[in-house]
């Protein structure tokens, strides 16, 4: 039976318990595994994260081989890649459930913030929306702060750019949630919509 939103959140939420507990599941691939695993895959979740070399969804929510469709591209925003993804993700895997991922120290989200210019294909606006946003709304601190907002609106995007995911989630099939991961602890939160 097809999990459930709150099931595969659950799932993911444990992972990352295990993570932060240093009892991740060891994990070797014999032979026999990989042949399986390349008969098929059943990924329960979705996830946009950043490209950040230490932001690894697999690891850090401790899951195997199969079991996450992901997107990574600097400050997780939703690029057309990740557009692509999340339309195969809900299309043909059905996910229950699609996490946007920011974290704490995000090299991108400061370049914006700081200012710095840089070409970042057409991207860095969706990063400058979020700091705008973030002034607008006096936030602070607004570097953090800006990380939180852009990952908020990661969700906003791909629901208003992504027609399958968004018909998916008014039919209740599918879930958006953003989160954050905080590098230094391991510890993943889900963040409110403001
Ligand atoms: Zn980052």
Redesign the pocket.
């Known amino acids: 039976m097809q999990m459930t939103s709150d099931q595969a959140l659950a799932r993911l939420l444990e992972g990352n318990q295990r993570f932060v507990a240093a009892q991740n599941h060891h994990r070797t691939y014999e032979p026999g595994d990989l042949v399986e695993i390349a008969h098929i895959q059943e990924p329960f979740a979705a996830v946009v994260a ?3 070399s230490r ?1 690894v969804p697999e690891v850090l929510f401790d899951q195997e081989l199969g079991s996450l469709f992901v997107s990574r591209v ?3 925003v939703a690029s057309d890649g990740t557009k692509w993804m999340i339309d195969i993700a809900v299309g043909e895997f059905k996910v229950p459930l699609v996490v946007v991922l ?2 704490t ?5 400061r370049q914006i913030v700081e200012g710095l210019s840089g070409p970042g294909g057409g991207l860095r606006h969706r990063v400058q929306t979020a700091f705008q946003d973030v002034r607008l709304a006096r936030l602070e601190p607004v570097y953090e702060a800006t ?1 939180e907002q852009n990952s908020l609106n990661t969700v906003k995007d791909l629901l208003s750019e992504c027609p399958p995911l968004h018909q998916a989630v008014r039919e209740g099939r599918t879930r958006v949630v953003a989160a954050l991961y905080d590098m230094p602890s391991g510890e993943v939160r889900i963040l409110e919509p403001r």
């Open positions: 950043c490209a950040d932001v600097p400050a997780n920011g974290h120290g995000c090299l991108a989200v990380i």
